[in-house]
């Protein structure tokens, strides 16, 4: 309750600077013209959620495929994880975007932008949520295996009955934090010409002239968007925890 | 309980753990003291099938756990309790107690359930049995992981030195709780550096000295033994 209310306090604090800041510098709005394009908005508000979603549902499921190479006994396998976490996690994911759509794509004859985007986004996040998973499978003690084992489980029964479920509320708090990057990292999504949030607004930018106007409402976007994925993962979070 | 080890030896990297074990043994309660790094604790992991020995063979009851993959049907039959309890914190006391005869034993969530209840209830638990392990304290925990282990009627309980990371009152618990074990006739194998305990409930004691045996008798010969590096050993733990 108290939170809240700090909270909310901040938050006027925050708009009232904000006032008063544009006021200062004489800026002079005009969100008439903006209102006019409020579909565009729309339209690649919805086309960045649905995006956002598939590059997620994709990325941990590449996380685990990957989550396994690093885990395998072959080194081969072993290298090839670890080489794809360290070109993706090393690389600026403009450059990966750019190459994989224009290149890549190309000399396979995959035209589909908005497919191309959706792999290129859960590759890049994937990298990252594997890396995730394997720290909170490490993070495990090794004694919960040997108290286990010794019942009489097998290796499989141990990973989800006792291993998993343990890492799964560890690893929630820094997945938020990869979810809510992918959310926002798909506003790069506009070089390779995917009408999603941030090229929709950069268009109505460039009608309107009005640039503020333009990115402060991408900005409450994104927000509405990520706001409420923190708050449900910090729910799941009080659920798992051990306490009675 | 039957333990036939021949020749066993051991090693972590470079350094020799244990050197050439060879113990028989055909009673109840086997204790096994020395001094710390002396193997004790490697001993057991291999008796419960978590460590490959080196080379050597080892038979518990007749099962043989030289060579093979994980001998689960081995791990069916034992019960292990560890130095620091290893209890799964995501369940609750009573789904930790009930998950080796639900998820090994197949027996219905019920009936486990009402086992692991009238367990409780003996042992004074009972108003415990929903709570997760992290409110416990290290003596209830110790109990309920004993209780985890011996609900499946194990042949023979592996003891690593349980009490070693409770405070004296809860060591009593525990111990109290080994003892009712020993006159059930429960067979046992316990690393311990409790004396009184030892000499009290071991039908043989065997002490190991940097990874070999040094002495298998009964507790008294032990105790009363001239050996220097036994004297010593006792002249410190009874300090």
Do not use: C
């Not at chain 1, 908005?41 to 598939?54: A, D, N, Q, V, Y």
């Not at chain 1, 990957?66 to 090393?90: D, I, K």
């Not at chain 2, 096994?32 to 063979?57: D, Q």
Request: glycine content about 6%; charged content about 20%; cysteine-free.
């Amino acid at each position: 309750m108290k939170k809240t209310f700090y909270f909310l306090l901040i938050f006027s604090f925050f708009i009232g600077i904000s006032f008063w800041s544009f006021q200062e510098i004489g800026y002079e709005w005009n969100w008439v013209s903006i209102y006019e394009y409020r579909t565009k908005f729309l339209e690649g508000f919805k086309t960045t959620i649905w995006i956002s979603i598939s590059a997620l549902i994709l990325s941990v499921f590449i996380a685990l495929v990957n989550a396994l190479l690093l885990g395998s006994q072959s080194s081969f396998l072993n290298a090839l994880g670890t080489f794809y976490v360290e070109l993706v996690r090393g690389t600026p994911l403009l450059v990966q975007l750019l190459l994989i759509f224009y290149v890549f794509a190309q000399s396979f004859g995959i035209n589909n932008r908005y497919l191309v985007g959706i792999y290129s986004l859960a590759l890049f996040s994937g990298a990252y949520v594997s890396e995730i998973f394997r720290a909170g499978l490490e993070s495990i003690p090794k004694a919960q295996w040997d108290a286990a084992r010794v019942m009489g489980l097998t290796d499989g029964t141990i990973l989800r009955l006792i291993i998993l479920p343990q890492a799964f509320r560890v690893v929630l708090p820094p997945l938020a934090g990869q979810f809510i990057s992918l959310i926002k990292d798909s506003s790069l999504l506009s070089v390779i010409a995917i009408s999603e949030l941030t090229l929709n607004a950069q268009e109505v930018n460039s009608y309107t002239y009005s640039t503020l106007e333009s990115y402060i409402p991408l900005a409450i976007l994104y927000l509405l968007l990520t706001l409420p994925l923190s708050q449900v993962i910090k729910v799941l979070e009080k659920k798992m925890k051990y306490e009675t | 309980m039957k333990l036939e080890l021949q020749n066993v030896s051991f090693d972590i990297g470079q350094e020799r753990i244990l050197n050439n074990i060879s113990i028989t043994f055909n009673q109840k309660v086997l204790t096994l003291i020395g001094p710390s790094g002396s193997g004790k604790s490697t001993l057991l992991r291999l008796l419960v099938s978590l460590e490959k020995p080196f080379s050597g063979s080892i038979e518990v009851n007749g099962e043989n756990l030289t060579h093979g993959k994980d001998p689960i049907n081995y791990r069916k039959k034992i019960g292990v309790i560890f130095q620091a309890f290893n209890l799964f914190p995501h369940l609750s006391a009573l789904e930790n107690i009930i998950l080796p005869l639900t998820k090994i034993h197949g027996i219905n969530k019920e009936e486990a359930t009402e086992r692991a209840q009238s367990l409780l209830k003996r042992f004074n638990l009972l108003n415990h049995q929903f709570k997760k392990p992290m409110s416990l304290s290290g003596g209830q925990k110790q109990r309920m992981a004993i209780m985890r282990a011996i609900i499946t009627k194990p042949e023979v309980l592996f003891l690593d030195e349980p009490t070693s990371a409770l405070d004296p009152e809860m060591t009593g618990e525990v111990l109290e709780l080994i003892q009712e074990l020993k006159r059930e006739n429960m067979g046992m194998v316990f690393v311990t550096h409790e004396m009184r305990i030892a000499k009290k409930i071991s039908d043989e004691i065997l002490f190991l000295n940097r990874g070999e045996v040094l002495k298998q008798a009964k507790p008294i010969e032990v105790f009363e033994s001239s050996d220097p590096i036994i004297t010593q050993f006792m002249k410190r733990v009874y300090l």
